[in-house]
């Protein structure tokens, strides 16, 4: 089932068009990493799907309901549906681990104090963090683990799509790639369905060559591209508001496009084909 369909869709700023004629469907339990360089109008696709902005042409349907005309008050209970992982994570300073995770779960008032007691403990497991570190202040934090944090926040509630904004954003390769393996969890272990935007050419790949199986001794994530999950993931890249390639790794691999050769081969992936 198509959980978020872009179709026709056209947004300008001034005099800018920013996309154009974007058509783009993403299934249940399916990640769409998009990528391109920056103001080719990827966070503008995450603005658009939450209604923070509106299409001037087009139309933006969330799990069968067309948001495009729908006022703030409407809007209301498709984003409940929506977690959404900031690129910078945007923690509340003033609040804990505890208290950012469970800030939203607590201002929509369907959980009882355990419930959200023992879901935001299960978030903590779900994003390798401990709990001890639930009443750390966002200030005695690695990057690594605000992101950790913003994704756990991102989840809490019941959410059907989590939308990511550079992920990875500013960190380091190791951990950019712990960050990458949490993703591919969740896509295989959750059933997350998921839009990410992303500059990153390297935990793109991870994502859409890798698995996570449950095993005896927990979950592992390792290399695995005949698996089903590997086909969860789809990859897009968008160029002047247009999306010139859709597909798995390969399909980009064998594009002619220039943009995207040039795209590709400027982190040295083509190495790997």
């Known amino acids: 089932?198509?959980?978020?369909?872009l179709k026709n869709v056209w947004k300008g700023f001034g005099n800018q068009e920013v996309l154009r004629g974007i058509n783009l469907t993403v299934q249940e339990k399916e990640t769409i990493?998009?990528?391109?360089?920056?103001?080719?109008?990827?966070?503008?696709?995450?603005?658009l799907i939450l209604g923070l902005d509106k299409p001037d042409e087009g139309e933006i349907i969330i799990?069968?309901?067309?948001?495009?005309?729908?006022?703030?008050?409407?809007?209301?209970?498709?984003?409940k549906t929506m977690g959404m992982v900031f690129q910078e994570s945007s923690l509340f300073d003033s609040l804990t681990v505890y208290d950012n995770i469970s800030y939203r779960m607590k201002e929509e008032g369907k959980f009882t104090e355990e419930e959200i007691f023992e879901k935001t403990r299960h978030l903590l497991q779900v994003v390798d963090l401990q709990e001890e570190d639930?009443?750390?202040?966002?200030a005695e934090l690695s990057g690594g683990m605000k992101r950790r944090v913003g994704i756990a926040r991102g989840m809490a509630g019941e959410h059907q799509i989590i939308l990511y904004d550079e992920p990875t954003a500013g960190l380091d390769p190791i951990t950019a790639?712990?960050?990458?393996?949490?993703?591919?969890?969740?896509?295989?272990?959750?059933s997350v369905t998921s839009i990410l935007v992303t500059q990153?050419?390297?935990?793109?790949?991870?994502?859409?060559?890798?698995?996570?199986?449950?095993t005896s001794s927990g979950i592992v994530v390792k290399p695995n591209t005949n698996h089903p999950c590997a086909n969860k993931t789809?990859?897009?890249?968008?160029?002047?508001?247009?999306?010139?390639?859709?597909?798995d790794?390969?399909?980009?691999?064998?594009?002619?496009?220039?943009?995207?050769?040039?795209?590709?081969?400027?982190?040295?992936?083509?190495?790997?084909?």
């Open 234 to 247: 789809k990859l897009v890249i968008l160029k002047d508001g247009k999306i010139l390639v859709e597909g």
């Open 33 to 47: 990493i998009i990528l391109g360089g920056s103001g080719q109008g990827k966070s503008t696709i995450l603005r």
């Open 63 to 79: 799990a069968g309901t067309n948001i495009t005309p729908l006022n703030e008050e409407e809007l209301v209970p498709v984003r």
């Open 200 to 214: 990153d050419l390297i935990s793109s790949y991870q994502m859409v060559t890798h698995c996570a199986h449950k």
């Open 134 to 138: 639930a009443v750390k202040f966002p």
């Open 249 to 273: 790794w390969q399909t980009l691999l064998n594009s002619t496009d220039s943009y995207v050769q040039e795209f590709l081969s400027s982190l040295k992936i083509l190495s790997t084909r």
């Open 177 to 190: 790639s712990h960050i990458a393996e949490l993703i591919i969890r969740l896509r295989d272990v959750e």
């Open 1 to 5: 089932m198509a959980l978020i369909e």
